[in-house]
């Protein structure tokens, strides 16, 4: 797509809830000792080898993760990579704001949500997703761009093969 003849990049939006900033510190046998910082170097990497550019957000507010999704809708985004932490198991909010925009949405989980806590094996945000990930580390967000760039039918710019 170009607008007065410069191309314009496919944005994917990334979002994470709360607590994801205190990636690495935060218990470190459950979620590693990646920080959010590796997450987003990840992130712009992996979209970069499918010519998509990866914005990538967090919040500990539930309000400001619904505003990004709004306006992932109003700036035309081709997908949500989204971890909505403990957001994905109590907010409907969330749900709703992502299901009204209708943008492929993948969730991501970086430890496995049903081998934890009873309370941690609902998600109300994936139901908003056409895929969720959980339990691959911070690689999760990886294996969910790769998925979201064919969905979107966005091709590898690269020769390197990844599973």
Same mark, same amino acid.
């Given at each position: 797509?170009?607008?007065?003849?410069?191309?314009?990049?496919?944005?994917?939006?990334?979002?994470? +809830?709360?607590?994801? /900033?205190?990636? #690495?510190?935060?218990?470190?046998?459950?979620?590693? *000792?990646?920080? !959010? =910082?590796? $997450?987003?170097?990840?992130?712009?990497?992996?979209?970069?080898?499918?010519?998509?550019?990866?914005?990538?957000?967090?919040?500990?507010?539930?309000?400001?993760?619904?505003?990004?999704?709004?306006?992932?809708?109003?700036?035309?985004?081709? +997908?949500?990579?989204? /971890?909505?932490? #403990?957001?994905?198991?109590?907010?409907?909010?969330? *749900?709703?704001? !992502? =299901?009204? $925009?209708?943008?492929?949405?993948?969730?991501?989980?970086?430890?496995?949500?049903?081998?934890?806590?009873?309370?941690?094996?609902?998600?109300?945000?994936?139901?908003?997703?056409?895929?969720?990930?959980?339990?691959?580390?911070?690689?999760?967000?990886?294996?969910?761009?790769?998925?979201?760039?064919?969905?979107?039918?966005?091709?590898?710019?690269?020769?390197?093969?990844?599973?």
């Amino acid at each position: 797509m170009t607008v007065s003849g410069i191309l314009m990049a496919k944005t994917i939006y990334v979002l994470n +809830g709360p607590n994801l /900033n205190m990636l #690495g510190t935060r218990e470190p046998d459950t979620y590693g *000792h990646a920080t !959010l =910082a590796d $997450v987003e170097k990840l992130c712009a990497e992996t979209a970069s080898d499918f010519g998509l550019t990866a914005d990538c957000r967090q919040s500990n507010s539930e309000g400001e993760l619904i505003d990004f999704i709004h306006e992932a809708h109003a700036k035309k985004a081709v +997908g949500i990579i989204i /971890n909505a932490g #403990g957001y994905s198991h109590t907010s409907i909010a969330l *749900h709703d704001a !992502l =299901a009204a $925009v209708k943008i492929p949405t993948v969730e991501v989980h970086i430890s496995n949500i049903h081998a934890r806590e009873d309370f941690r094996h609902h998600s109300f945000t994936a139901k908003a997703a056409f895929a969720t990930l959980s339990g691959f580390g911070i690689d999760g967000y990886r294996l969910a761009i790769t998925g979201l760039a064919a969905r979107i039918g966005a091709v590898s710019l690269s020769k390197k093969v990844k599973p």
